[in-house]
């Protein structure tokens, strides 16, 4: 039922057709890229990130890249959830250029936007809707992006929206990120792609 209203949404929003795609096969790796030395495996089905012995920032990051799309997944944080989404990114090492969308523990701005390496902080979500991240429980995430605007949801919420034209110009992959320090794991599943025909 999910899926059949994210792929409504998109097409009264956008008047396209459009085609629904698993990025995540519960499986393996298939599809995507790890970038750094920091942890990214498969189990029970989940796909779990965790800091690795240097601690570092660490990414896995699609093969393809995608322009305009909806993407939506479903996030656990265990210990400290610091992570994101990111999207029409692309990284070298582990210097990633783009826009995050914000996974973080609560009260540090989960659904914001923030451009790394760049301007910063693009949007933050309003301080009452810092409430809505569910900590120890599953939450989703959904992302739109078409042509300069960005829009986030966590748990059916509209989290943000922005209407950028760095954005608009950016090309690149859809990215989960470990954030430095060490201590992270998040758990993801049932990611989904949604792209216009």
Partial sequence: MKTIQILF?????????AQEKELFNGKDLTGWTVYGTEKWYVQDGL???ESGPDAQYGYL????????FEVSLEFL???????????????EGT?????????????KHTGGVYESYGRGWLVKPEAEKELILKE???????????????????NGVQMVSINDEAIGAGEGAIALQI?????????WRNIKLILPE
């Fill in 9 to 17: 949404s998109f097409l009264m929003v956008t008047g396209l057709t």
């Fill in 61 to 68: 990051a699609t093969d393809k890249h995608y322009k305009d």
């Fill in 95 to 107: 210097k990633v250029s783009g826009w995050q969308v914000e996974v973080a523990p609560k009260g």
């Fill in 136 to 154: 120890g429980q599953w939450n989703t995430l959904k992302i739109r992006v078409m042509g300069d605007q960005l829009t986030s949801w966590l």
């Fill in 179 to 187: 954030h430095d320090g060490g201590g992270i794991k998040v758990k």
């Fill in 47 to 49: 796909l779990v990130s």
């Fill in 77 to 91: 944080q265990e210990a400290d959830g610091n992570s994101g989404v990111f999207i029409r990114s692309t990284i």
